[in-house]
């Protein structure tokens, strides 16, 4: 394919955007495109348009990008966007996401990528509730990063003490990441903030300074006023400078008014 030919197309699909009413058509056909590049766009836009009718073609091309696919998907573009169509399709079959989740190929970050959108689709399938944590319970040991924190956020979207508990194990037995503990403790305070408040302040004084930020920046994001009076308890009894920065920073970007009122007492 030309340049010139290659660029036509990805202008004819982006067009289609003003005309959704005629888009199902040309859309169908972009994913049967062979150029991975061609069908994410296509994908991404028959999410955007909310085309259920596409929801076969898809999951064809998922398929189809699966066949030797360091050739025909190197970075994964394709099956990224077609994961996160299906998923804003409301497609409850869980056979692609879990053919997504066991993928490995050349590109890492490609591959975690796709893992990660698998995972975050899979909650809203057609499975036995156990089943699906059983698969995110999987999903939090992977190798990589990015998976592990998705594997998090996934979890937190099935509210429930099963999920509060493998949480829980999870931020207690520790990740080389800090960060996947941070997601944990998010992910415990969206779930259940009050009961989760305690556990997630016993991380402030940890003796690894990144599970102390991790901890403090997990509680400025939560939506409760116990969350701002831990972080102000601490802030009152911290010794190190950079933890009380750490705080200040929490506090900051915290909604509840009484974050603001005590930031505003250091200034004056």
Known sequence: MTK???EEKIASIESLRSSPQSALEPIRKALRDRNNFICSKAAALAGELLLRETIPDLVEAFERFLKNPAKTDPQCWAKIAIVKALKDLAHDDPAVYLRGIAHRQTFIDAESTLR???AL???DCSLPRETILLHLADILADPEMRVRIDGARAIAQLPGQDAILML???AQA???EPAVIGQCLLSLLGIDPRA????VARFLTSANEDLRFEAAAAL???????AVETLIARWRVERSVEMKRA????LAVSRIPEAKEFLATLRS
């Open 4 to 6: 010139q030919a290659f």
């Open 116 to 118: 990660g959108a698998c």
């Open 121 to 123: 689709a899979l909650v």
């Open 168 to 170: 829980r194990v999870k």
């Open 174 to 176: 520790g990740d080389k």
């Open 196 to 199: 989760s408040i305690p556990f």
């Open 220 to 226: 400025g994001e939560c939506p409760d006023l116990l």
């Open 247 to 250: 705080i200040k920073l929490s």
